[in-house]
């Protein structure tokens, strides 16, 4: 017979698997990051701006085709698709 300790334990590891963010999510999570600074400034500045804007759009658009959630980057607490004109955290 299962008892509630090991119920209890193994939805605490679903949980604490859940909140991890996928390998794949890192690695476009970790694209962003560097298009980041590129795509500060007054909309068509530069066309390096431009260029960053539309490869970050691509890459959080390629995310919501694969996971069917279209804000899937937008929702998530380790987000880096917010505004444009915000200065960079890091």
């Known amino acids: 017979m299962i008892s509630q300790w090991s119920r209890d334990k193994r ?19 970790e694209l962003m990051r560097q ?4 795509t500060y400034g007054a909309i068509y500045d530069n066309p390096r701006s ?11 658009e390629m995310a919501g085709t694969i996971t069917g959630d279209a804000q899937y980057f937008h929702a998530k607490p ?13």
């Open 50 to 60: 431009v260029s960053a804007r539309a490869l970050q759009k691509a890459i959080d």
């Open 35 to 38: 298009l980041r600074p590129h």
């Open 11 to 29: 939805r605490r590891r679903r949980e604490e698997e859940a909140a991890k963010p996928h390998p794949h999510d890192v690695i476009m999570l």
């Open 78 to 90: 380790h987000s880096l698709c917010v505004g444009f004109r915000e200065s960079p955290k890091d």
